[in-house]
């Protein structure tokens, strides 16, 4: 009776195939005893060493990433024993509202509703509600995203990026408003940047920005929201990035909820 090989078995056939035919004109090329048919045997001798220190290091590679995924899985069960005991399985994000690319949010969206209420008139421009929109959705999705969804990181994950994606289209509303309407988009070598700069980095509340609010015009509206905007994008890639690595080291809700339900079964 045929009984078929594993994929193991034949590449074990395969190679023991192959090497025989190799042995044996290695056994030849000594019983040749020319030099040329020695030095060729030591050719094939040293290519031969070669492969088996090529297939060392894989096989040590292998063990070292399969060892590194041992020790992360047995730190996320000895993370969630330790959960069991104090009783809190969920991962919390803190309080949102003190983290300051949120904070910073907030100032752009009380900048949108200042600078659309007053520089965008026309009944006609879509482009009003399309700024409001995005600046709302950028703050709504952080608060969503950082509150509702403390318990799920993925949940987390998904609207951080989403409001960062909103704060990116209202960037180019921004851009789009400066040079339609032949305005200075203001770079680092412009004489205002770097105080502007300076001051949006060190202060993330409306309240600080309200007394300069009035004097400002349009173009200087716009270069002082495009400013916070980079800020904050900036702030969300660092904290997005720690989510990240979060997820990585402990998992999602549902990892984690399953792994507790088997632990508590062993227990």
Request: proline share 1%; charged share 30%.
């Amino acid at each position: 009776m045929y009984h078929k090989l594993s994929l193991r078995q034949e590449a074990i056939k395969a190679q023991m195939l192959e090497q025989t035919p190799r042995q044996e004109r290695m056994n030849q090329l000594m019983r040749e005893g020319t030099p040329e048919a020695i030095a060729q045997v030591e050719r094939m001798w040293q290519e031969d060493a070669n492969e088996h220190k090529r297939h060392q290091v894989q096989i040590d590679t292998e063990l070292r990433l399969h060892n590194e995924s041992r020790q992360q899985q047995n730190g996320l069960v000895a993370d969630v024993l330790q959960s069991i005991d104090e009783g809190t399985i969920l991962k919390r994000l803190g309080d949102y509202r003190q983290l300051y690319f949120y904070r910073k949010s907030k100032v752009i969206f009380d900048l949108t509703f200042l600078f659309a209420n007053r520089y965008i008139t026309d009944y006609n421009d879509r482009t009003k509600d399309q700024m409001l929109q995005a600046a709302r959705s950028g703050k709504q999705n952080f608060v969503e995203g950082l509150q509702d969804g403390q318990a799920n990181i993925e949940q987390a994950l998904y609207l951080v990026s989403i409001g960062q994606g909103s704060l990116q289209e209202l960037r180019e509303d921004y851009e789009d408003y400066i040079r339609n309407h032949s305005l200075t988009l203001w770079s680092s070598n412009h004489p205002r940047y770097a105080s502007m700069e300076n001051f949006c980095k060190t202060n993330n509340d409306i309240e600080q920005y309200q007394p300069f609010l009035k004097k400002m015009n349009d173009e200087e509206l716009a270069n002082l929201a495009l400013t916070l905007i980079h800020q904050t994008d900036f702030l969300i890639e660092g904290f997005l990035r720690h989510l990240e690595k979060t997820y990585l080291e402990v998992g999602g809700a549902k990892e984690r909820i399953q792994l507790l339900r088997h632990m508590k079964r062993m227990r």
